[in-house]
């Protein structure tokens, strides 16, 4: 099991893996972070393919071959195991044969052929939870995966729908969400952003990450996933909901607080 319920697990990494020095960059300051809070279980995260941008003018990123070898770099010199998504069940046998973790995008959660396909891979799947979805109509998906003799599951919260531009999150998730017997995880950077709000582009407050991740651990979360990068101004995705790179380690020792006291 790549889960370690002792560990508090943070999925972390730039939102698109954009070239070499920013996934050294990041990988070098993550590596710190988990050697500065041992109760820290870093799987890193990158995007080889941003594939539902808003509009046509969205850099996608580095492509399926070059993300691929990012992300084997990145296993190679850091020692991470590595998550990045599956959008088409075409990729899926490339990505696992790189990836210790399968991500399937919260508007791909209920694809019956791409659930099956990353379930037989062997490998963790991280499936998000669709912002369509109510927490109780997860137990399908998990179900698909279950059925697919997936070897470990892990589910995703990134937010509901609201309207507007907007997205929500119920604290009530994590607990039903629990209840499928799989570990729960958060994306804070996500769950705070505003979809298409930013003139054919997403935006995002990332000033709400701190409190809303704190909250999801409170609420029974057992992990996080968050997006990062050393100037998120300059990404070519999702700059407005990640957080700074400098601002990780006390992000994380404030999480890590309230991870302790429920954990106890």
Known sequence: MLFDPTKLLLIAGPCSLENEGICRTVAESLLHLQDAQP???IVFKGSY???????LAGDRGTGLEAGLALLAMVKKDYGFPV???????TQVAAVAAVCDVLQIPAFLCRQTDLLFAAAATGRVVNVKKGQFLSPPEMVHVTAKLREGQARE???TERGTTFGYQNLVVDMRTFPILRQNGYPV??????AVQLPGAGEGKSSGQREFVPPLARAA?????????????PDPASA??????????AGMPDLMASCLAIWRAVLD
């Open 39 to 41: 109760d820290l279980k």
């Open 49 to 55: 393919d941003k594939a539902n941008r808003t509009s």
């Open 83 to 89: 998550l990045t998504d599956v959008h088409e069940t």
């Open 153 to 155: 599951i892990w589910q």
């Open 185 to 190: 995880i958060f994306d804070a950077t996500h």
């Open 217 to 229: 651990l409170a609420a029974g979360a057992q992990g996080l996933f968050i997006e990062t990068h």
């Open 236 to 245: 070519i995705s999702d700059g407005p909901n990640m957080i700074p790179l």
